[in-house]
């Protein structure tokens, strides 16, 4: 039997308390709506209560993103098993997960809500951006990456932050297209780099050595192969009046090999209780 008498709390347990409770309502609405009227109802104090722990709803505002910015960031741990795609792809759902699970306050950290401009906020965002970066540099394991690869992770960073916000506003394309998308921009990112740089084309065939052909990149191969024709055909023109030789094309054993394995018909397994040479 309750007898109704509430637990005092510590000082630090209580400003953990408002930091979840400000964060779960930041989760539905903008923190720009919320009051700390509201927060202090949700948590069971007064006002003047919320303002002993906090000096202001800026300073609790803050210490929100702060757990929302580590929060956000421990998303693209990663254990460094299996292929990269498949990797990419977890990550994505996890990231996605966040994103809709705090979609205000998300969009809130990421676009400086009430504290844009201000030097605590812009440096939370930069630690989940230098944070995304990190790993992913992790995962690629080059001990002294070219330049054009640090641009192309930042870019995917940048890009990845920017088609969860749009996404937030309308939901219009479904969250797992978005995050398979993601995947393959990433290739599609690094592909066009290999283009211009030997070092960024041995970086592409590496990570493409072990990838499976119907992993997240095989996917993108058999997509782009079915768009052949009609790009073949509409490239026609450009190609016959451009001035300039064309190189021979080369294709590394990696991305043949891929190629290969992704565009194979996939075998239905024998039925049970049958060998794959018997007849029914």
């Not at 994103?99 to 504290?115: I, N, T």
């Not at 995962?139 to 960073?157: A, D, G």
């Not at 094309?249 to 992704?262: F, I, R």
Request: with cysteine; charged share 20%; hydrophobic share 45%.
């Amino acid at each position: 039997m309750t007898t109704g008498v509430r637990r005092r709390m510590g000082v630090d347990e209580r400003r953990q308390q408002l930091i979840g409770v400000a964060l779960e309502l930041f989760s539905s609405r903008s923190p720009d709506d919320v009051s700390i009227d509201e927060i202090a109802a949700a948590a069971g104090i007064s006002r003047p209560l919320v303002y002993h722990y906090f000096p202001g709803k800026q300073s609790l505002y803050e210490a929100a993103l702060r757990r929302a910015a580590d929060e956000l960031a421990a998303r693209f741990n990663e254990p460094h098993e299996g292929p990269l795609g498949a990797r990419l792809l977890r990550v994505m759902g996890r990231f996605f997960d966040f994103v809709d699970h705090h979609g205000p306050g998300f969009s809130a950290l990421m676009r400086g809500g009430p504290a844009v401009g201000s030097t605590t906020t812009n440096a939370m965002i930069d630690e989940v951006r230098q944070a995304a970066y990190d790993q992913i540099m992790a995962h690629l394991e080059i001990e002294n990456p070219p330049v054009r690869l640090t641009l192309v992770v930042r870019s995917w960073v940048a890009l990845a932050e920017s088609t969860a916000l749009l996404w937030l506003d309308g939901r219009d394309v479904p969250r797992t297209e978005l995050e398979l998308q993601l995947v393959h921009d990433f290739a599609a990112l690094c592909a066009v780099s290999a283009a211009y740089d030997e070092d960024m084309a041995g970086v592409v065939s590496g990570m493409l050595a072990n990838e499976p052909g119907q992993g997240p990149f095989g996917d993108l191969l058999v997509r782009l192969l079915a768009l052949a024709p009609a790009t073949s055909s509409a490239a026609e023109p450009l190609a016959s009046s451009a001035t300039a030789p064309t190189p021979e094309p080369t294709v590394s054993p990696a991305v043949e090999s891929l190629s290969e394995e992704a565009i194979k018909p996939k075998v239905p397994a024998p039925r049970k209780g049958h060998e794959a040479g018997d007849l029914a």
